[in-house]
């Protein structure tokens, strides 16, 4: 990885550990999986009737276990695959456009120095974890 999206990534885990920002991310694919398996099983035990019963079950199921699984955005950020850590640092990047920096430690310091550019880093932080991996956001808890 290039150092300087080393130093962008290193960025948004410390600000988003500053702001004890945790994530859930949807397990869209186990919860498709659950429902269509479970109106599977509904329509061969049930027939047609069963299929609908088996699916609103499954849905429900996949739902629930999917509620409450937050977890810390720096840990999600971590196992971001290298597609995905290419578009969050051209998102953080183009805020960071008009800055000069050398090292991760400097442009941390230039960061959270400066208010308004934190701000700005942390909304196309939140921005793509909300759009592009369509997690849920929650703060301080």
């Known amino acids: 990885m290039a150092p300087r999206m080393d130093d962008v990534m290193r960025l948004c885990c410390d600000i988003s550990a500053q702001e004890q920002i945790k994530v859930a991310v949807r397990g869209a694919g186990r919860g498709a999986l659950m429902a269509g398996g479970s109106a599977f099983v509904g329509g061969l035990l049930g027939g047609p009737p069963g299929i609908a019963v088996g699916g609103v079950v499954g849905s429900l199921l996949a739902g629930w276990m999917a509620g409450g699984q937050f977890r810390p955005l720096p840990q999600i950020l971590a196992e971001l695959p290298p597609a995905q850590r290419q578009k969050l640092y051209e998102d953080v990047s183009a ?24 701000q700005q880093v942390v909304a196309a932080l939140l921005n793509y974890v909300t759009k592009e991996l369509r997690a849920e956001v929650r703060y301080n808890d």
Request: net charge negative; charged share 10%; no cysteine.
């Open 95 to 118: 805020v960071l456009s008009g800055l000069d920096w050398t090292d991760a430690a400097q442009l941390l310091a230039l960061v959270m120095g400066n208010a308004t550019l934190q």
